[in-house]
């Protein structure tokens, strides 16, 4: 039994002994990929003292475990595209470009950029350190603590010692909600009608020229031709055909399973399973012409989970509500990518665009735990049915749902509600486009582009990450 401060009052936690009770925060965010990240630096640069857990060793999230190199979800789709997500994003962004470690928008199904994935980690460091953010590495959240309806505190774990960390407000950032599913707050584990996205395993083969084309038809193609000669297992045909700057490997996400991430020996399967069609597609991508010496650089390292559980919100994004253009007064986000659909009986994909190419509104209230005061979501976790929760996910739009999220924690922790015009207020101010009006006001170009005078007398630039220009 183990005794933890907050403000004037103790509490005491039971199970866990020699566990250290650590400092108190304004707001902890749980979970370090592109949405604690976001969430992270909004809260950090909103004035909350911030602490950001990650059970990993480094930012990044599916960046940096699960081979995910490409941010969809910060262009419209259309003709030339629109930048949708700033503030955070811009500066991940501008810090790669800086670095010639992003690609300039590719057009496929939507509108994406490749990074180097270890230039990506870097850069999550610096930015979440320049903005103040406490990091915290190795420490997973295995148990919280409440007050009635509100959080109080996280017993984290690293190596089998427990520490205790308490704040005012948290984000479950953890991509799996675990947060809120070990404060018992309400979440499920997919949509209705048991559907969820498949999962798959993300596969880069080297050896390759950059010169040499690959296409998504070439390595279906592949696998055709491949299967045909008893090769396999195979299981997903088609991918998105990614080649990464610096080195130009192939990365592709075919290799696929249907398990359920919340099962260990559900995902130990699905691991396996996933290695072994690695070999096989590595097979049949020496086929085509030019991939001959070909070897596999790496997979994952992780199973690539797509949806788990999300936290019921106050309000859920529907399909219906992005096709309309439904327009929300609590508006902090705006989304940009359509509904990407992994079929796990089938292993088929499809991805329905929105409407006009354009952009949607994500409101608040699909972020706002339904019963536990000082708890939101940010990115996979988000509330949305079946497609639009498959729209919101991507990591372009998690940066936002999460920048977001962490200053209405900010806010949370200072007066312990929130507002919704001073929210909305302060991503502007962040260089975030939390509403349309504030996108047309905004008129920002590319990181590879100069930045007009305007953006760059903005506060994230200015002032929050030491006036670099
Ligand atoms: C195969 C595949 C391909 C994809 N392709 C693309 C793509 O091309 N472009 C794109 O934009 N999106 C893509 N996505 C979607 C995208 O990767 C996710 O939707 C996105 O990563 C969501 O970000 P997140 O921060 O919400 O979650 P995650 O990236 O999953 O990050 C969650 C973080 O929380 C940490 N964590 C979990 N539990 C705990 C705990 N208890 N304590 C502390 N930390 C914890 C994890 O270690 C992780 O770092 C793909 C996804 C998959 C699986």
């Not at 130990?268 to 086929?287: D, F, I, K, N, S």
Request: charged share 20%; glycine share 12%.
């Amino acid at each position: 039994m183990t005794h933890g401060l907050r403000g004037n009052r103790i509490f005491t936690l039971t199970g866990f002994q020699n566990t250290k009770a650590e400092r108190e925060f304004d707001t902890i965010i749980a979970g370090g990929g592109a949405a604690g990240v976001g969430a992270a630096v909004g809260a950090s640069l909103a004035g909350a003292k911030t602490l950001l857990v990650e059970s990993g060793g480094s930012l990044g999230g599916a960046a940096s475990l699960r081979g995910v190199i490409t941010y969809c979800g910060v262009y419209t789709f259309e003709d030339p595209p629109r930048q949708v997500v700033h503030g955070v994003m811009r500066e991940v962004l501008e810090r790669l470009a800086s670095r010639s470690a992003v690609t300039g928008p590719h057009r496929h199904r939507g509108v994406f950029l490749v990074f180097d994935p270890e230039a990506n980690k870097r850069v999550l460091d610096e930015v979440c350190l320049d903005a103040g953010v406490n990091l915290s590495f190795h420490s997973r959240a295995i148990r919280v603590h409440k007050e009635g309806n509100r959080l109080a505190g996280i017993v984290l774990e690293t190596a089998g010692e427990f520490s205790e960390v308490t704040a005012n407000s948290f984000v479950d950032a953890t991509g799996e909600a675990t947060l809120a599913h070990l404060a018992g707050a309400s979440t499920r584990y997919g949509n209705a009608g048991n559907q969820l996205n498949l999962g798959s395993l993300a596969t880069r083969f080297g050896g390759i020229s950059a010169e040499a084309s690959v296409t998504a038809d070439d390595i279906a193609a592949a696998v055709a031709e491949s299967r045909g000669r008893g090769i396999g297992p195979f299981s997903k045909d088609k991918s998105v055909v990614c080649r990464l700057p610096y080195s130009a490997d192939l990365v592709i996400y075919v290799a696929s399973h249907d398990y359920d991430p919340r099962d260990r020996s559900s995902i130990t399967e699905a691991e396996l399973a996933g290695r072994r069609q690695a070999e096989a597609y590595l097979e049949a991508v020496r086929t085509i012409p030019g991939c001959e010496r070909a070897y596999l650089v790496s997979t994952g390292p992780e199973f690539g989970t797509r949806e788990s559980r999300h936290l019921n919100c106050v309000y859920q994004l529907t399909w219906r509500d992005v096709m309309n253009k439904r327009g929300f007064e609590d508006c902090i986000a705006l989304g940009a990518w359509g509904a990407e659909w992994h079929e796990r009986e089938t292993f088929g994909s499809v991805m329905e665009a929105a409407p006009g190419n354009g952009f949607y509104q994500i409101p608040l209230d699909c972020l706002r735990s339904v019963d536990t005061c000082n708890l939101l979501a940010a990115g996979r976790t988000a509330d949305g049915d079946r497609k639009a929760g498959a729209a919101i996910r991507v990591l372009g739009t998690a940066i936002a749902t999460g920048q977001a999220a962490g200053v209405a924690a900010a806010q949370i922790a200072d007066s312990g509600g929130i507002s919704v015009p001073d929210l909305q207020r302060e991503l502007f101010t962040q260089g975030q486009t939390a509403t349309p009006e504030q996108l047309a006001e905004m008129r920002v170009k590319p990181p590879w582009e100069p930045a007009p005078r305007e953006f760059a007398k903005a506060k994230i630039r200015g002032i929050l990450f030491g006036g670099r220009d």
